[in-house]
C-alpha cells in the first residue's frame, strides 16, 4: 500500500506521535487491570435512560452524516461510516455487557444486526480509501 498520496506528519512528528500513541495504549491497558480488580460488581446509574438515549441519538447522527457524505460524494464519507461502524460495535457490547440476564437474548439479537453491518461499513470505509490512494 503506498503512502505518497496521504498526508502523514513530517517523520519527527510521527515518531513521536506514533511513540505517544503506543504509550497511551499501554497505559490504557495497565488502566483496564486496575478497573477489573476495583470496581464494584454492580453499580446505580442515575441518568441510566438519559445515557442511552444519548448514545443512540449520537448512532443516529452517524448514520446522518454518513449517508449525507455519501450522497454528497465528499471524501470524508468513508472516515464516517468509519466511525458509525466503531459506534455500532460499542452498542453492540454495552448493551450485551450491561444486559440483565433477561434481557441478554434481545441483546444479542440486535448486536447480530449491529456487528455485521458495522463490518459491511468498515470494509467500504477500508475500500473507498484505499482506492481514494
Known amino acids: 500500500m503506498s503512502t505518497e498520496t ?3 506528519p513530517r517523520p ?5 506521535l506514533s511513540a505517544a500513541l503506543g504509550a497511551v495504549a499501554l497505559g490504557l491497558a495497565a488502566w483496564t ?3 477489573q480488580h476495583s470496581l464494584p460488581a454492580s453499580y446505580t446509574v442515575d441518568r441510566w ?3 442511552w438515549a444519548g448514545f443512540d441519538v449520537l448512532l443516529a447522527g452517524l448514520f446522518a452524516a454518513t449517508a449525507w457524505l455519501l450522497h454528497r460524494h465528499d471524501r470524508l464519507a468513508p472516515a464516517a461510516g468509519l466511525a458509525t461502524a466503531v459506534a455500532l460495535v460499542l452498542d453492540a457490547w454495552f448493551d450485551c455487557a450491561t444486559a ?3 434481557d441478554l437474548p434481545t441483546s444479542l439479537l440486535m ?3 449491529e456487528l455485521p453491518v458495522a463490518a459491511v461499513l468498515t470494509a467500504w470505509a477500508v475500500r473507498a480509501t484505499r482506492e481514494a490512494e
Do not use: H, N, P
Open 6 to 8: 496521504i498526508a502523514l
Open 12 to 16: 519527527d512528528v510521527r515518531v513521536v
Open 33 to 35: 487491570l486496575v478497573l
Open 49 to 51: 435512560a438519559a445515557a
Open 100 to 102: 440483565a440476564a433477561s
Open 111 to 113: 448486536a447480530a444486526v
